[in-house]
C-alpha cells in the first residue's frame, strides 16, 4: 500500500479482500506469496509461489468452491493449516465467499477442535493431510463425527482419506476468473470477518473480529515501523492468532510487496529465506530474536525486525539490542489487543504509554488505534478501532452482539497485572492474568489442566514453571509417564500437556 493512503485507510470502510485487491492490480505478475523452501519436511507438496494474479484466481476459486457446496453467507468456516501459502489464500477466499474465517492454532488436537467449533456453530473444515507427525486431515475428520454442523472437511493435497474434499484445484492455472465480492447490507468492513479464541474461567471464548479491527492491528505495528511501500515482508508467525493476523496478513497487505513464509523453526530455511530478501521486514517470535541474530541471520541494516512477545510480563529484562536492524517489540495481550514500539536510542524496550499509545513516534495525522488504561484492579485495559467488545455468540453476525466485559468507557481488561509510573505516564506490564499457564502463546486455566491430568491419573502432577523462551513450561511427574501420555493423548489433549510427562531432553512427537 502507497504510505499516503494509511491514514484513510484507518478511517474508511475498507475490508480485507479490498486491500488485496487495490495490492493485486498495481502489479498483477509480482511475487505475492512464498513457501517455505523446506515445505516437503513438515507437509505434502513442492514449496508454491504465486504471483498476485495467480493468488488473486486461488482466492477466487476457492470462494466459488465453498459456495458450490450450498454454504450460506456469514457461514463459519474453521482452517487448521500449516505457515504456508494456501492459510493465506483459504483466509482470503473465506472472506471473499462472505464467510466467516476460523483459524485454529496448529497445537490444538481434538478436545480443543471440537469445544471451540461447537461454540461458534462451524460448517466446514479445511486441513492438510499431515503437519510434522499429526495427521490433521484424521484429526479433522474425527471433530467432525462429534460436531453435528459439520458437514464438509476439505484438504489440500494428495491421497486423502476417503470423505475429505480435495481442494488443490484452486491452483490449477484455469482457475476461475476473479469473483466479485459479496454484496452485504450495511458497512462490509463492520461486517465479523474472523472469530479468535481467547479464556475465560470456563474455557475458550470465541471473540468477533471485523475487518476494521484486524486493519487496525495490522496498521499500530506498519506505522510504528514506518514500514515502506512494497515492503517484503518474511514472517514466522501463524495466522492461527489475532497477533499472527495482524503481523503476518494484514502487515502484508498494508505493505504490498510479498510475503514469504517461514513454518516452524528450520535454521537453514531461514538463513535461506532472510538471505534472499534485501531490506524489508522479518516478523519472528521474541524468544527467538537473540539466538537468530547470534547465528548472523538479521544483520541487514535497511530491515526492520518485528519481535512478537507472547509474554509481555518479559519485556523488562529483555537485553539491550545491538543489532543494525530497526528494532519494534509487539507486546501481544491474548486475543484482546496489542501495542507496537520501536526501541529507543537506549536499545532497550520503550514503555507502553499510559493513554494514547506513541503518537508522538509517528508521522503527523497518522491514526491512533490503541489507548491504554490501569483498571482498578491494578490490570492493564486497552481500547480503541482494534480492540473488540463483542463475542461470537447468537446474535454475532447481526446488530445485536453479546458483549465482552468492558467498562463504561470501552475499555476492556486484558488481566495483565501493570504498574503506573505517574510521572513518567508510562505502564509496566508486571504479570500474566491470574489463573492461566502461557506456553509459547498457548495458553490454559490451570485450573482445567489439573481436572484433565486428575481424569487420566489422579496421583499424577503437573506445575508450570518459568521458561526464558516460552514465558512458562509445563513439567509433570506421574508413577508411570508413558501410560498418562498415552492417555492424554487418546483424549485428544493438547501435546503441550501430554509433553509435560516426557523426562527432560527426551524428544515428544509433534
Known sequence: MILGEVSRTANTAVTLDDLFRRVSVRDPNALALADPPNREDFTEGAPRTLSFARTDRAISALAEKLRGFGLQTDTVVAMQLANTVESIVTFLGVLRAGMIAVPIPLLWRQQDIVEALRRVDAKAIVTLPRIGTTGHAELAMQAAVELFPIRHVCSFGANLPDGIVSLDEVFASGSVDTAAPYIRPGPAAAHVAAITFGLDTKGFVPIARSHVELVAAGLETFLEAGAEANTSVLSTIPIGSFAGLALTLVYWLLSGGALHLHHGFD???????????????????ASALASVAEAGLLREA??????????????????????????????????????????????????????????????????????????????????????SVHAFAPGAKSANPQRLLSDSAGYVDTGFACHLDRNAQTLTITAPPSGTIAVGGYCFRANLIDALVADADLDATLVALPDSDLGQRLAGAAADRATLRAKLQAQGINPLISGAFVPRGAPEAA
Open 267 to 285: 535454521p537453514d530455511a531461514f538463513g535461506a529465506q532472510s538471505g534472499s530478501l534485501t531490506g524489508g521486514t522479518v516478523v519472528l517470535p
Open 302 to 387: 535497511h530491515r526492520t525486525i518485528i519481535a512478537l512477545w507472547r509474554a509481555p510480563e518479559r519485556l523488562t529484562s529483555a537485553k539491550p539490542w545491538h543489532g543494525k536492524p530497526t528494532l519494534v517489540d509487539v507486546a501481544s495481550f491474548g486475543e484482546i489487543g496489542l501495542v507496537a514500539a520501536r526501541r529507543g536510542e537506549n536499545r532497550l524496550p520503550t514503555a507502553i504509554r499510559y493513554g494514547l499509545v506513541n503518537p508522538s513516534r509517528r508521522a503527523p495525522g497518522a491514526p491512533v488505534v490503541i489507548e491504554t488504561a490501569r483498571s482498578d484492579v491494578g490490570t492493564l485495559a486497552l481500547r480503541g478501532r482494534m480492540v
